[in-house]
């Protein structure tokens, strides 16, 4: 008798056993309808997304149709990412008798293809940094400017030849520096870079200067009282 109950106690735990592993399998026509509920709500904030940023590209640009309408190029004029808007009511002014010193380092090098056949971005936000200054009343005399490149941005400063060969296009950057020569602009790029990247100064414009280091030129233009901008790719 008790071998009966025995029985009859382990083929009832089994069928429960049985039972609760049934019951973790979930129902297929729940499993589709959640998931159905699921990439419904992931497609409709997918929506939602594309079309906030399409609204943001489409305010950038009529606010920057608008801007251009009204831009000035006191100086550096290439290109159109270099404008200066005018401002009434300025306040708080420069000192046009002070010498404005103002070094860059340089990192912007577009990756795609597209980007080798138009202006350098970071040589245009040099320019507009430029035009920024002389539009609020610094003379051009008064002018120190340094650009200090490493790595392959230094690709800005080679010859027209030597970029036409490595890139199969005219380099676009030619007018924007000979403008910046002009204004006397020391054009600096980095010894270390030359070597690693196998880009010799012989390769590049004869106005640029080779520093020991980047590092080393922009240390000294600092201490020489020259004001940094890190000029980079956006984030």
């Not at 609020?136 to 036409?164: R, S």
């Amino acid at each position: 008798m008790k071998s009966f109950f025995v029985i009859l106690f382990v083929a009832l735990i089994s069928v429960e056993n049985i039972h609760a592993q049934q019951s973790l399998i979930p129902d297929s026509s729940l499993v589709s309808h959640i998931a159905d509920n699921r990439i419904k709500t992931a497609s409709a904030e997918y929506s939602v997304s594309i079309r906030d940023s399409i609204i943001r590209k489409v305010k950038d640009s009529l606010k920057w149709d608008k801007a251009k309408k009204i831009a000035q190029y006191p100086l550096i004029k290439n290109s159109e990412w270099s404008l200066a808007l005018p401002v009434s009511g300025v306040t708080e002014r420069i000192d046009p008798a002070m010498k404005y010193k103002l070094l860059f380092a340089m990192e912007v090098w577009g990756r795609d293809s597209a980007s080798k056949t138009k202006i350098n971005e970071g040589l245009a936000e040099i320019g507009r940094i430029i035009n920024l200054h002389i539009a609020a009343g610094v003379p051009k005399e008064n002018l120190e400017l340094a650009i200090v490149i490493h790595g392959a941005p230094m690709n800005v400063y080679l010859k027209n030849e030597v970029y036409q060969k490595k890139f199969k296009t005219n380099n676009p950057n030619l007018d924007i520096l000979k403008q910046f020569i002009d204004i006397k602009t020391n054009l600096i790029a980095c010894g270390q870079a030359e070597i690693y990247f196998n880009m010799p100064a012989s390769d590049m414009i004869p106005e640029v200067k080779t520093a020991y280091s980047a590092k080393v030129a922009l240390s000294t233009y600092q201490l020489k009282g020259y004001v940094l901008f890190n000029i980079e790719e956006e984030k």
